[in-house]
């Protein structure tokens, strides 16, 4: 985490300390009940179901936590390699007060699986998911974080065990944060689609924070990032650190700022070639270090100008699109691979590698590409159409 986030960070710990608002209650799980519903009374140490106003603490090794209907609770801490399911269906409901740092802490190798709904729903919490040493968050189904929170996804560890996972058909929605929507120090993995609206500092931060190893963001779903705050960062990619895309990345409102912004040493944006990033503002990427690579293998495609680059490398294997506007290399930066660039006007910057040659004019930005899903749904459709038609033909 570089300086200015940290102060950031302390200034909001400050507004969280002075707000005044009451600590909730602890009720602490013990399993003497069933040994896993969480809305069975005689499983907490108070023979009560915590509330909207408590603090559900697991801390029993290896508990294996339920929860099948509509749960709402203030936070929820999960320790010990304990495991909490969300089924198919349920809903869990995080209030948040002000004094609860993390909404949902996971330590100690401890898991949530979510297969229905969790919602964070306080507009002034501070960090939704909290993920350390070893611990996991698998989301299977719904996740809604819709308050003014400071951070909703926060992995603050130095172990690669520790992830958060956005599986394939799941969603991700975050809206209205005043700091950060995802951090993360460990890796984070979407499948599914990610939906960040709202933010008014940054959407995603790779931040080698705690971490001993590079942290890694890969999308291979969709993840869509809109905001309309000026001077807001997309995605800042610091020392080290490496966003990886194989699936739909769509920014739109980043009519003033880098759509990627590289921080530090080593950082690298990787676009692999069944990659598609669309962009609506005038600039895809601001290099600051000569170490700092950008690798094109896919499509990036911009409604309006394109490259900013002051330093760093730009590998290009695949196509750059700037349909309506000018592709541009600025700085001491180096341009190459054996790619296309694709560009409305002649570029108004140094000539381009003689191996990637500029095709002008204007060509039509590409179109968004069906998800796994569509092409799963698709192909057992067809192949449950063909077993029926062949039991039709056996029974003549």
Not at 1 to 6: A, C, F, I, V, Y
Not at 293 to 304: E, H, K, M, T
Not at 334 to 355: H, I, R, Y
Request: charged content about 20%; glycine content about 10%.
């Amino acid at each position: 985490m570089n300086k200015g986030s940290r102060l950031l960070v302390c200034l909001f710990m400050v507004h969280l300390a002075l707000s005044g608002l009451a600590e909730a209650a602890e009720i602490k799980w013990d399993g003497g009940g069933d040994g896993s519903s969480f809305s069975d009374p005689a499983n907490w140490d108070v023979d009560n179901v915590p509330t909207a106003t408590d603090v559900a603490e697991i801390d029993s090794v290896n508990a294996d936590v339920v929860i099948s209907g509509a749960v709402t609770v203030d936070a929820i801490e999960l320790l010990s390699e304990a495991t909490l399911t969300i089924n198919a269906g349920a809903t869990l409901r995080l209030e948040g007060v002000v004094e609860n740092a993390d909404i949902l802490e996971l330590d100690d190798a401890s898991s949530v699986l979510n297969y229905g709904t969790v919602i964070f729903d306080n507009p002034d919490m501070f960090i939704c998911i909290d993920l350390e040493d070893e611990s996991s968050f698998d989301n299977f189904g719904t996740i809604e974080c819709i308050g003014q929170g400071g951070l909703f996804i926060g992995l603050q560890t130095d172990d690669e065990n520790t992830t958060f996972r956005n599986h394939l058909g799941a969603r991700l929605d975050i809206s209205g944060t005043d700091f950060i929507a995802i951090q993360n120090d460990g890796p984070v993995i979407n499948e599914g689609i990610i939906n960040i609206e709202g933010f008014e500092f940054k959407a995603i931060e790779l931040d080698a924070y705690e971490a001993r190893e590079p942290v890694i963001f890969q999308n291979y779903g969709v993840l869509n990032i809109v905001n309309d705050f000026e001077g807001a960062e997309y995605v800042d990619i610091n020392s080290e650190n490496a966003f990886l895309n194989t699936g739909v990345v769509n920014f739109q409102g980043a009519d003033e700022v880098a759509a990627f912004e590289f921080a530090d040493d080593y950082s690298v944006l990787q676009n692999e070639d069944c990659g598609i990033i669309n962009l609506d503002g005038p600039l895809f990427f601001d290099v600051d270090d000569p170490d700092a690579l950008l690798i094109n293998d896919g499509v990036i495609a911009s409604a309006f100008n394109g490259s900013h680059i002051n330093e760093g490398t730009i590998t290009n294997n695949g196509r750059i699109q700037t349909p309506t506007g000018v592709f541009s290399v600025l700085g001491a930066g180096t341009f190459d691979g054996a790619g296309v660039v694709e560009s409305g006007g002649v570029p108004t910057a140094k000539p381009l590698s003689e191996s990637c040659p500029i095709v002008t004019g204007k060509i039509p930005p590409p179109q968004p590409v069906a998800t796994l899903p569509t092409f799963f749904l698709l192909g057992l459709t067809g192949l449950l159409a063909l077993f029926g038609f062949s039991r039709v033909r056996a029974s003549k």
